[in-house]
T-cell receptor, first 112, second 114 residues
């Protein structure tokens, strides 16, 4: 079973608006990562946040991590039509240094 | 383009046939992973190689599945006696020892079993 679960499953916004996606998980983690997947394509790594970090920025991306609530959020500011994609959180459990466990993803649609 | 390539990109086969997929990781990456992704879901881990050694296998990897990485470079994933339930996107990823946490994914091989 997948340990990371994203919310919402689908999100539709207008270009220029901000998009927030949430991820909840159940186990202890070493780090949590966010990936993007354009339709029918491979995944692209966006950002990694470690278990001892609370917030991280990369360009228009802002990720937060709350290990007490076992949750993370991904904020995309000033969205563009090109941001339309599926976004997945992925985690590496404390017991594994290798495999990523993905959630079921949030499908983001940015309308021009 | 992440530098990880997969071949073929699409495969249509009839139930009961064998199929083989190839993954070429980023050249300096010694870690290689296979994942399977069905429609509307996130990828699920199948197996992991460090150099030529297969160190981890998921319970999803039934006896009909076999993966190899003979020289520690490219890898192959074979599915024998395919079933309709094998229809999925098969993704390969690689990472380096220096940054093993970040995996770089290939474009995937989409398999359709009729």
């Amino acid at each position: 079973s997948q340990q990371g679960e994203e919310d919402p499953q689908a999100l539709s916004i207008q270009e220029g608006e901000n998009a927030t996606m949430n991820c909840s998980y159940k186990t202890s983690i070493n780090n949590l990562q966010w990936y993007r997947q354009n339709s029918g394509r491979g995944l692209v790594h966006l950002i990694l946040i470690r278990s001892n970090e609370r917030e991280k920025h990369s360009g228009r991306l802002r990720v937060t991590l709350d290990t007490s609530k076992k949750s993370s959020s991904l904020l995309i500011t000033a969205s563009r039509a090109a941001d339309t994609a599926s976004y997945f959180c992925a985690l590496i459990s404390s017991g594994s240094a290798r495999q990523l466990t993905f959630g079921s993803g949030t499908q983001l649609t940015v309308l021009p | 383009d992440t530098g990880v390539s997969q071949d073929p990109r699409h495969k249509i086969t009839k139930r009961g046939q064998n199929v083989t997929f190839r993954c070429d990781p980023i050249s300096e990456h010694n870690r290689l992973y296979w994942y399977r992704q069905t429609l509307g879901q996130g990828p699920e881990f199948l197996t992991y190689f460090q150099n030529e050694a297969q160190l981890e296998k998921s319970r999803l990897l039934s006896d009909r599945f076999s993966a190899e990485r003979p020289k520690g470079s490219f890898s192959t994933l074979e599915i024998q006696r395919t079933e309709q339930g094998d229809s999925a996107m098969y993704l390969c990823a690689s990472s380096s020892s220096g940054n093993k946490e970040t995996q770089y994914f290939g474009p995937g091989t989409r398999l359709l079993v009729l």
